[in-house]
C-alpha cells in the first residue's frame, strides 16, 4: 500500500487532501515538521506540509528558509514529490 505523509497545525483543516487517497493509500498526519522528516526518511509515496511549517526560526518568511527546508526533504526521500499546502486564513 502507497503512503502519503500531511503535516499541518492539527487547527489546519486539510482533510480533504486526506479524504482523496485514504481509501488507496495509508495517511499519515503529523503535527510538527521533526516527525515529518524523520518519516520522509522511510521514502513515502506523496507528501504534502503547511507552509507555515517552513523556514522555522531566526528569520523565518525567508525563501532562503524555504528552499533550504525543501532542499533537506529532496536528500531524505529524493523520489518524494513534497508539496506545499497554504491555509485559507
Known sequence: ????????DPAADYSA??????DEC??????SKAPF???LAGHPDLAFI???FLGEG?????????ERDL????ELAPQTPVFVLCPRS
Not at 500500500?1 to 499541518?8: F, P, Q, R
Not at 531566526?58 to 524555504?66: A, I, L, N, T, V
Open 71 to 74: 532542499a533537506a526533504f529532496a
Open 37 to 39: 522528516q524523520k518519516a
Open 58 to 66: 531566526p528569520g523565518r518568511g525567508s525563501e532562503r528558509h524555504y
Open 17 to 22: 487532501v486526506e479524504r482523496c487517497y485514504e
Open 1 to 8: 500500500m502507497k503512503t502519503i505523509l500531511v503535516c499541518g
Open 50 to 52: 503547511d507552509v507555515r
Open 26 to 31: 495509508r495517511v499519515e498526519r503529523f503535527a
